[in-house]
């Protein structure tokens, strides 16, 4: 019922910025390849970011 009250791990918010980072990155592509290239680097950058936090949890 409180769901919205809930926080998010770090872990999903990193999930999220990278689906935006990646969408943003795909609309980008359309116009602006090297934009999109920028975008498609810092979502590199936060997926390393997601393998750590999940090896992390996996050990």
């Given amino acids: 019922m ?3 009250l809930k926080k998010k791990s ?3 918010k990193l999930n999220e910025q990278y689906a ?3 969408k943003e990155a795909f609309n980008l592509s ?3 390849r090297q ?3 920028e975008k498609i680097a810092e979502a590199e950058a936060i997926m390393k970011e997601i393998e750590k936090l999940s090896s ?3 050990h």
């Fill in 10 to 12: 770090p872990l999903e």
């Fill in 2 to 4: 409180f769901s919205f």
């Fill in 56 to 58: 992390k949890g996996n």
């Fill in 20 to 22: 935006a980072l990646m």
């Fill in 30 to 32: 359309k116009v602006n």
């Fill in 35 to 37: 934009k999109s290239d």
